[in-house]
């Protein structure tokens, strides 16, 4: 079964106990907010599915 998880080498902006404000070329202006539910982010990597980093344009 294949995964439809991606890495994404993001920068944070702001982070709250939910959301994170994250862009992926360091941006503040293109960031956009994403629910800590739908991914892990360990250091600058973001796991998020596929599906939904495109809705979210960040590939």
């Excluded at 992926?24 to 739908?38: E, F, L, Y």
Aim: charged share 25%.
């Amino acid at each position: 079964m294949k995964s439809d998880l991606v890495d994404i080498e993001v920068t944070v902006h702001h982070e709250t106990a939910k959301v994170w404000l994250l862009s992926t070329h360091g941006d503040r202006q293109k960031a956009v907010w994403i629910p800590k539910s739908m991914g892990v982010l360990e250091g600058s990597i973001l796991a998020l599915p596929e599906q939904f980093a495109i809705d979210k344009g960040l590939i």
